[in-house]
Every structure is written in structure tokens, then in C-alpha cells.
């Protein structure tokens, strides 16, 4: 085993608010600079909706990701040189926005009129005035649907019935869908770059880009599926989201997991089997979800260990990788799962598929005793199991149905605990039945509810602390660390 240690992530999309603070928070510090105003490392789309930028899970028409036989679908050796010149699956400024400002001079210095004078909006490329027509959250709370949201293409494959189960006025339902770049194990962005500027760091799995390296190929952009590379107009080079490695190794949470308002984030160390890595995206689209959780390891297993010291890993980054709230979601309690595994670039993102909106429902002029419509039939939910598996699951309904039912064991047996007008005997069957004991139902509320922020972001020690250990015992620290591991800013796959 090539054992290798990846920082990666969970975001509960049942608690995500749709407040947009963590793309405030990563826009203040990343991108405020001349060529990055469309850049928005970190957004939030409501879904169901066409996204950010404008349809991106239509490979179809981007060709982003791997094909089954580990081929890109962007590129090849024969067309990167072509592809500088025009390349065809390439986002362009309408699958953006054309960015802008206003013109506040008009609003502050217009002479005396009949008319309220309005500072108009200006393009931020070309200095004329603009209609806007686009943003980077047009659809917000389904503002555009059903315009924008019909749109979606996880909507492919959902009947009629379960289209309009979306879309009826009277019972019309969204969520939010927070993303960042993924970091994922087999990135196809830095397997495109021809000047070798983008890398995985070995020690972390962090995947960032060396603007030194950079020639503005741009074959990043269509070649990551998720379109989390971008270009910078203005310094001729392509920036990602770097999930705020400064702050990682200083031992403090991304901007953007610091300032979330509903806690919905959380981030550790997942140990895994980098010779697997290949075998594993070759596999077929219903088998992707197991063969991607296969390759995360146990950090308690001995074996695990000592494969993981063996290939030179800090002790602490696996007594890390045990603490890891993202090891339960993913790997112990299977509640998190990756967005599009069929795009095979294996991310490390996991999302904990939103529920239904819980609520009461009347018959006649009594309140139902927690019906059925307190908390739905899973196959009955207003988000279709169809659409979230699309999204979710590379269309395996049976990895969300499992992931759903028990999200909805945990809730009726909190209730019980807590309010007491659930039979606690129906409870424990429905826990039965959702393959979670009482002891993982506690568990699961726990970190889904009370967590802290030490349980929910558990950061290894980083080059910082490595380094301090290093001048206090260089040869302690050079045995336990491992400098083989750890051996330079590019050490990648």
C-alpha cells in the first residue's frame, strides 16, 4: 500500500443556510484583485438551477473528467497545441457574467432634473455601460425558474411527476449547494496542464497551481469539471481555490468554513490508497461510490499505521486522520457523499444530502400526532431521490435512499429522546432498519448538532509546527516526520 494523507471535507447541505457568507469571506481575501472579479472560489447555488458557471455539470458540452478508460475528456496530446488558439469545450464570458461596476459619479454629480438620477452599471472589461443580464447567483432561490432551473441537468431522467413534484407552485422546494474546489484524488486539471503548474501536495493533498510555471495554456478550465480553475484576464495567468493553506498550517480553518453561519462544514484527515487510485475510476458508474470510499482506510487498523510510518507520515497527521469528522460522515456512518463521482476525478468534497422541510400537516381540525408528513416517506420526499442520486451518486438511488433513511431514523429517535411524542419502541425499529444502532444515532446527532468547532475542524500540524519541532530536535524529528514523505512544495501522484 502507497498510503498518503488527503485534507478533505464535508459540507451537511440539511443545515446550509443560503446566507452566502462563506463566499463573501473567500471573495474578501482571494479575489478582490484586477482580473478576478468573475472568480468566485467558494459560491452557493440553489438547486435545482443551472449553476455557476451556466450549466457545468453538462459535460456534454464542457467535456470535464476522466472517460472510463483514463483518457481526459478536454484534451489530448495531439490537440493541445491546437486548443491555445480556440479551444471548443471552453466556458465562455455568457457561461459567466461580464463583471461590472457603477458609475457613481452620475448618482452623486447629475445636474437638477424631473428624474431620480441611478448610478449605471459599467462593464468591468470593456469600461461601457451594460444591461446586466447574468450573475454569479442569477437563479438565487429559484429567482429564474423556471427559466433558469428547468434547466438543471440532474433534471435528466426524472419523470413528469417528479418534475412537477419540483416545480408546483404550491409545494416548490430548493436547497443550497456550497462548493469549493474539491482537491480531488485524480484531479484532471493537473493531469492537462502541459506546463506541469498544477500539483497535489504530497503531504496534504492540497491541489494548488504555480503562477511561476504558468503560461495560460488554460487547458485547466475545461479540463476540471466542477470549473473551479479560472483565468485571470489581467496577469495572464489561472487561479484556484488553495483552501487556504496559510491558515491550514497555522492550524486555523479556511476562511470560508471559519465565517459559515449554519455550521455546516467540517474538515479533517482521510488516509488512502494512492495504487488503488486508477482501478478505482476505471470502475463502472454504479459501482463508483463504493470503489471511491474503498480507498479511504481505517486509521485505527494497525496495519494502516504502520504502512502509514512506513511511508514516512507525521504521528500527527494520523492521530489527526482518528479524529477526523470526515472519516465518520464518509466512511463509518456512509450519510456524505461525493457530487458527480461519475466525472471520475475522485473528489474529497462529501455532501450529507438534504432532507425534506419538515412540517405539520392538518385533517380535518386536528393536528396529526408527528405524522408521516412531519417526517416524510423517504420515496415521497419533495426533492426526488432521483434528482439528488443524479447529482450525488452518479445516479445510484439505492447510496442516497440508505443515506436519507438514515438521516430520518436519527431524527424520530432525537425526538423521542427529547420530546417524547414518538414511540421510543418505533424509534429503535426504524434505527434497526437504517443499519444505525442507538450508540451511532447519538453519535451522528452529536456531530451533526453540538459539535465544536475543535470537533468539527480537526487541522494536522502543519510545515509551522513541523518546523519548530525541527530546530528544537532535528533528529527526532527527521525519524518521526519523515522528510521522504514530505519532500518539497511538488510533491504530488
Not at 109 to 128: C, F, H, M, W, Y
Request: hydrophobic share 40%.
Amino acid at each position: 500500500m502507497n498510503i498518503r494523507a488527503q485534507i478533505s471535507v464535508v459540507f451537511h447541505l440539511d443545515k446550509c443556510l443560503g446566507c452566502h457568507t462563506c463566499s463573501l469571506a473567500c471573495k474578501n481575501i482571494w479575489t478582490d484583485r484586477p482580473g478576478t472579479e468573475y472568480m468566485w472560489w467558494n459560491n452557493v447555488e440553489t438547486k435545482p438551477g443551472a449553476g455557476y458557471p451556466s450549466l457545468w455539470e453538462d459535460q456534454q458540452k464542457y467535456k470535464g473528467g476522466w472517460d472510463a478508460g483514463g483518457k481526459l475528456k478536454s484534451t489530448s496530446k495531439s490537440r493541445i497545441v491546437a486548443n491555445i488558439f480556440h479551444h471548443p469545450s471552453m466556458p465562455t464570458m455568457d457561461d459567466y457574467y461580464e463583471p461590472w461596476t457603477y458609475d457613481y459619479q452620475e448618482l452623486f454629480n447629475a445636474p437638477e432634473g424631473a428624474d431620480q438620477p441611478t448610478a449605471r452599471p459599467i462593464s468591468l472589461v470593456t469600461g461601457k455601460h451594460i444591461d446586466i443580464e447574468a450573475g454569479p447567483n442569477w437563479d438565487d432561490d429559484l429567482g429564474g425558474s423556471p427559466i433558469y432551473a428547468a434547466h438543471d441537468p440532474n433534471l435528466a431522467g426524472l419523470t413528469a411527476q417528479q418534475r412537477q413534484q419540483l416545480f408546483a407552485v404550491e409545494q416548490l422546494v430548493f436547497f443550497y449547494l456550497p462548493r469549493i474546489c474539491n482537491h480531488c484524488l485524480n484531479p484532471a486539471c493537473v493531469a492537462a496542464c502541459p506546463s506541469a503548474a498544477l500539483y497535489k501536495r504530497g503531504e496534504d493533498g492540497i491541489v494548488l497551481l504555480d503562477q511561476k510555471r504558468c503560461r495560460a495554456w488554460r487547458a485547466c478550465v475545461p479540463a476540471c469539471p466542477y470549473k473551479k480553475s479560472y483565468y485571470n484576464w489581467s496577469t495572464g495567468k489561472s487561479e484556484k481555490c488553495i483552501l487556504c493553506f496559510p491558515r491550514i498550517e497555522t492550524g486555523q480553518a479556511p476562511a470560508c468554513f471559519h465565517a459559515c453561519v449554519g455550521r455546516i462544514r467540517y474538515l479533517g484527515v482521510l488516509l488512502y490508497d494512492a495504487d488503488r487510485i486508477r482501478e478505482a475510476a476505471a470502475r463502472p458508474n454504479d459501482e463508483l461510490i463504493d470503489a471511491h470510499r474503498s480507498l479511504i482506510l481505517d486509521p485505527f487498523d494497525p496495519e494502516v499505521i504502520a504502512g502509514a510510518r512506513k511511508c514516512n507520515m507525521p504521528e500527527s497527521t494520523i492521530a489527526a486522520a482518528q479524529k477526523s469528522p470526515v472519516y465518520q460522515y464518509v466512511k463509518v456512518w456512509k450519510l456524505a457523499l461525493p457530487p458527480h463521482v461519475e466525472f471520475r476525478t475522485l473528489p474529497m468534497l462529501f455532501y450529507v444530502p438534504p432532507m425534506a422541510p419538515v412540517m405539520a400537516a392538518r385533517q380535518g381540525d386536528a393536528l396529526n400526532h408527528v405524522s408521516q408528513d412531519l417526517f416524510h416517506d423517504i420515496e415521497q420526499a419533495r426533492v426526488p431521490i432521483a434528482y439528488l442520486a443524479n447529482l450525488l451518486a452518479a445516479g445510484n438511488e439505492s447510496k442516497i435512499g440508505y443515506a436519507l433513511r438514515k438521516q430520518k431514523a436519527v431524527r424520530w429517535y432525537r425526538r423521542a429522546q427529547t420530546v417524547g411524542d414518538v414511540d421510543a419502541q418505533t424509534a429503535l425499529r426504524m434505527l434497526r432498519e437504517a443499519d444505525c444502532s442507538a450508540e451511532e444515532a447519538d453519535a451522528i446527532y452529536r456531530l451533526t448538532a453540538l459539535s465544536t468547532f475543535e470537533e468539527r475542524f480537526v487541522i494536522p500540524a502543519g510545515h509551522r509546527e513541523l518546523g519548530v519541532e525541527a530546530l528544537q530536535d532535528p533528529l527526532k524529528h527527521k525519524q518521526q516526520a519523515g522528510f521522504g514523505f514530505i519532500a518539497g512544495p511538488r510533491r504530488g501522484l
